[in-house]
Structures are given as structure tokens and as C-alpha cells.
T-cell receptor, first 119, second 113 residues
Framework: DAGVIQSPRHEVTEMGQEVTLRCKPI?????LFWYRQTMMRGLELLIY????????DSGMPEDRFSAKMPNASFSTLKIQPSEPRDSAVYFC?????????????????FGPGTRLLVL | DQQVKQNSPSLSVQEGRISILNCDYT??????FLWYKKYPAEGPTFLIS?????DKNEDGRFTVFLNKSAKHLSLHIVPSQPGDSAVYFC????????????FGQGTELSVKP
């Protein structure tokens, strides 16, 4: 398996522009997560999906951020309009559903991340 | 409010010595803890985990210790190798968290030859 695939790997844009980050999870995984990494706060969970349904979006910073998962093999995270403070590395991760424990006990597999710079 | 805290942003250790990375948490409902390792330009990868019914879990050179009363866990790497140089994130979850992991800020470990 190719693992979790993210695109683009790097994105430089100007303030006010729309940014779309893409993710292809590992085939067969039930859960998909979007994280943001910053120096100050480390890895923050933005939103996660179970079987394509958003379960918890309490980490989404504000209405400028939105995420969709139209099918089991694709998800997007969109920022519109983007601001300089959105500059960070954004990770997508996927995991299997629970195999006896509960879902967060399953290993999450991360993609390589998208490094976003908003000027 | 940071529920999982790694208070040391960086740690430098000599090759062959022990590396000790620390993590504190505030939520007493957390009952499962993990460590992830991250190399530059890559995503984090799972390293080791521990359930709250245990106080120690060992996997080769890596051992995680859990002190529930102090709400503290630590990762020991013995002996440390230059290839262990990476950012280490601790994470926590609870049965009431669904699929959610709460991560700390990370500690950058540098192992010098």
C-alpha cells in the first residue's frame, strides 16, 4: 500500500486566496483525521471523519476552514480566505475502526504533510 | 487549554546514553497513551503505546512508563542512537474521546555521535 497520500506537498499563496489541501487515506481505513502542526501548539486535531461522516470538528479554528469527505478514498481541507496565521504543516491521517478496544487505540497512519505558507 | 504537555522543546543526548522524554496530562479520563516519532519532511509514525492498566511497556530499546497518580508518562530510549534524532510527540485518549487523540507540542531529540 502506498500509505496516506497528500497533495500538494508545498503551497505558497497570498493572503485572501483560497487553499485546498487533498488527502487519499489508506484503502480500507474507516477513520480520517486532519491535523495542523505549529511550533506553539504541536499537533492539533482539526476534524475527523468516520465512514465519510464528520464526527468532531471542534478543532476547526473558524468558519474559514471547511473539510469534506465525498467518498472513502478522498478528503479535502479548504481555507477560504487564507491568512498568514494559517501558515503551518497540515497532516492527514487514517486508521482502522476499532478491533476490540476503542477507535483511538488503533494506530493512526500519517501522510507526509502539506507545508502551507500564506504571505 | 493544553491537555497534554511536553515542557521540554528539545533534548540533546550523547550516543549510547539514555534519552528520557517527558509528558504530562491533565485529563483524568485519559486511559491510553502513545508516542509518535517524526522525522523532518515526513509524517509522524507510531512508536509505542501503553494502557492505563499498566505502568510500563517495553519494545526493544524503547520503554514507556506511566505514573497515573502524577498524570505523567515518560519515554526511555536505551541506548540512544543517532538515528533516534527526531521530534517525539506524546498523545492521549480516553473511551469518551471516540477516535480522537490529543497530542503534545513535541520534543526534538538530538543524539550526538
Amino acid at each position: 500500500d502506498a500509505g496516506v497520500i497528500q497533495s500538494p506537498r508545498h503551497e505558497v499563496t497570498e493572503m485572501g486566496q483560497e487553499v485546498t489541501l487533498r488527502c487519499k487515506p489508506i484503502s480500507g481505513h474507516d477513520y480520517l483525521f486532519w491535523y495542523r502542526q505549529t511550533m506553539m501548539r504541536g499537533l492539533e486535531l482539526l476534524i475527523y471523519f468516520n465512514n465519510n461522516v464528520p464526527i468532531d470538528d471542534s478543532g476547526m479554528p473558524e468558519d474559514r476552514f471547511s473539510a469534506k469527505m465525498p467518498n472513502a478514498s478522498f478528503s479535502t481541507l479548504k481555507i477560504q480566505p487564507s491568512e498568514p496565521r494559517d501558515s503551518a504543516v497540515y497532516f492527514c491521517a487514517s486508521s482502522l475502526g476499532s478491533s476490540g478496544g476503542y477507535p483511538s487505540q488503533e494506530t493512526q497512519y500519517f501522510g507526509p504533510g502539506t507545508r502551507l505558507l500564506v504571505l | 487549554d493544553q491537555q497534554v504537555k511536553q515542557n521540554s522543546p528539545s533534548l540533546s543526548v550523547q550516543e549510547g546514553r539514555i534519552s528520557i522524554l517527558n509528558c504530562d496530562y491533565t485529563n483524568s479520563m485519559f486511559d491510553y497513551f502513545l508516542w509518535y516519532k517524526k522525522y523532518p519532511a515526513e509524517g509522524p509514525t507510531f512508536l509505542i503505546s501503553i494502557s492505563s492498566i499498566k505502568d510500563k511497556n517495553e519494545d526493544g530499546r524503547f520503554t514507556v512508563f506511566l505514573n497515573k497518580s502524577a498524570k505523567h508518562l515518560s519515554l526511555h530510549i536505551v541506548p540512544s542512537q543517532p538515528g533516534d534524532s527526531a521530534v517525539y510527540f506524546c498523545a492521549a485518549s480516553g473511551n469518551n474521546q471516540g477516535g480522537k487523540l490529543i497530542f503534545g507540542q513535541g520534543t526534538e531529540l538530538s543524539v550526538k555521535p
